[in-house]
């Protein structure tokens, strides 16, 4: 199958496309403490998590603070993704993860074919900005 045939596969059936040809083709595994996503770096890829988990950190000093901590079934690296700017924070795999690694083209093309994309996007978000929320009333 193309790579055409593969995104819109992905565009329209979502994890029901998820078979070997697709995770051969875009799949990557990262291992436990293995850096995704490096704050500052200029990157237009984006992921969408199968398995396992990732911690969104910031660099304070020499540490890393955990700002939230991500799995299954989401996107990560969408905000650069959109509006073109370097990285806000670092992702770090927490055990072993896979991922679906899309380049800003490849995903342009599921986001721009199915309306499905941006509701899982819009969701996300949400969930996103809602825990920020909850943990600021908390300080």
Known sequence: MDSYNEIMKIAFQGEDALDEGVVAKFGRRFKDKQVLIKEGD????????????????????????????????????EM?????????????????????????????????????????LLVALSRRIRGMVERLGKT
């Open 42 to 77: 200029v990157q237009q890829k984006i992921y969408w998590i199968l398995d396992g988990e990732v911690y969104i950190t910031q660099k304070l000093g020499e540490k890393y603070k955990v700002i939230a901590t991500l799995g299954r079934g989401e996107l990560i690296g």
């Open 80 to 120: 650069s993704f959109f509006d073109k700017s370097v990285r806000s924070a670092t992702v770090i795999a927490k055990g072993d993860v896979q991922v679906l690694e899309f380049t800003r083209e490849s995903f342009a093309d599921i986001y721009a074919a199915s309306p499905m994309w941006t509701r899982r």
